[in-house]
T-cell receptor
Framework: SQELEQSPQSLIVQEGKNLTINCTSS?????LYWYKQKYGEGLIFLMM?????EEKSHEKITAKLDEKKQQSSLHITASQPSHAGIYLC????????????FGKGTKLSVIP | NAGVTQTPKFQVLKTGQSMTLQCAQD?????MSWYRQDPGMGLRLIHY???????DQGEVPNGYNVSRSTTEDFPLRLLSAAPSQTSVYFC???????????FGDGTRLSIL
């Protein structure tokens, strides 16, 4: 079965600093999804990457997909307290599969 | 926009009791799924459905039953609750295999 490993497990940064979260798959990636979760709440969809080399940005968050490395990265520029939360990556279990496997998450804290 | 609605938000049960966690979506999504989220374990798939009348097991199905009589609803049943089922449960839906999953806000379940 597919496994997604996220690194780091937790991260504490000072407001205004840049940071990167990585998600590495044990198998070929068929679509990669990034979600954010605040404590006690549900998962909010951030971005979806489907093709190797694809890069998407939304406000100060950029996600990239490296198909050859079976890896995705999530980069936050000039972090703000509102970026704090748990970031999870999810990937399809196979080509055309509806099922998603998730990493264990990266907990981000942003110190004002 | 209601999206994915889960009820109840919180529940405390005694060992051996039964209950049903409700999930409804108003987006006409064919695919629905149930996950549990535990510290250090991430999100694990319990059961999923690719359409009304069709359900299948995920990674951790034991102790749970599901049914899908309509496109909108996908209830999760605990037949005889055990302390190991204490967790946060998330329901999700998606339109197709290349679209993101939308999550409900979760049900926090404690089994005493």
């Amino acid at each position: 079965s597919q496994e997604l490993e996220q690194s780091p497990q937790s991260l504490i940064v000072q407001e205004g600093k840049n940071l990167t979260i990585n998600c590495t798959s044990s198998k070929t990636l068929y679509g990669l999804y990034w979600y954010k979760q605040k404590y006690g709440e549900g998962l909010i969809f951030l971005m979806m990457l489907q093709k190797g080399g694809e890069e998407k940005s939304h406000e100060k968050i950029t996600a990239k997909l490296d198909e050859k490395k079976q890896q995705s990265s999530l980069h936050i520029t000039a972090s703000q307290p509102s970026h704090a939360g748990i970031y999870l990556c999810g990937a399809a279990s196979g080509a055309g599969s509806y099922q998603l496997t998730f990493g264990k998450g990266t907990k981000l804290s942003v110190i004002p | 926009n209601a999206g994915v609605t889960q009820t109840p938000k919180f529940q405390v049960l005694k060992t051996g009791q039964s209950m049903t966690l409700q999930c409804a979506q108003d987006m006409n999504h064919e695919y629905m799924s149930w996950y549990r989220q535990d510290p250090g374990m991430g999100l694990r798939l319990i059961h999923y459905s690719v359409g009304a009348g069709i359900t299948d097991q995920g990674e951790v199905p034991n102790g749970y039953n599901v049914s899908r009589s309509t496109t909108e609803d996908f209830p999760l049943r605990l037949l005889s609750a055990a302390p190991s089922q204490t967790s946060v449960y998330f329901c999700a839906s998606r339109r197709s295999a290349n679209q993101p999953q939308h999550f409900g806000d979760g049900t926090r379940l404690s089994i005493l």
